[in-house]
């Protein structure tokens, strides 16, 4: 199993995903509806409806794999506000989704005119 950090993009499908795809039907899903090279050295991230399956899905030159996370009493943080289908994400920023934290908040930049 590779790191995260060893693959050079990380594509999340913002549409929600039937978890009972397997390897074949994600790669459809990949290849057709976010129009992205399956053979690259990328990850390819999915959620069930639920937002409580993920599934992430790679080539490793010798075959597919997919790993699957569940969380328990909780669900995963997901895009709502991107219009884009498809939302490269950095390795950092998916290792937060995995424990569960929202990704997709970020403190507004403060300007500020003096300092008490």
Excluded: C, Q
């Amino acid at each position: 199993m590779r790191s995260v950090s060893g693959f050079d993009n990380l594509f999340i499908h913002r549409g929600f995903v039937d978890m009972r795809k397997s390897i074949n039907g994600l790669s459809i899903i990949v290849a057709e509806e976010m129009k992205l090279d399956l053979k690259s050295s990328s990850l390819f991230i999915f959620t069930n409806k639920r937002r409580t399956h993920m599934k992430i899905l790679y080539f490793d030159k010798s075959g597919f794999a997919l790993w699957l996370k569940r969380l328990e009493g909780t669900n995963f943080s997901w895009p709502k506000k991107m219009e884009k289908e498809v939302i490269e994400v950095e390795a950092k920023d998916l290792e937060l989704l995995l424990e569960g934290l929202n990704i997709w908040t970020r403190f507004k930049e403060v300007d500020f005119e003096y300092v008490i």
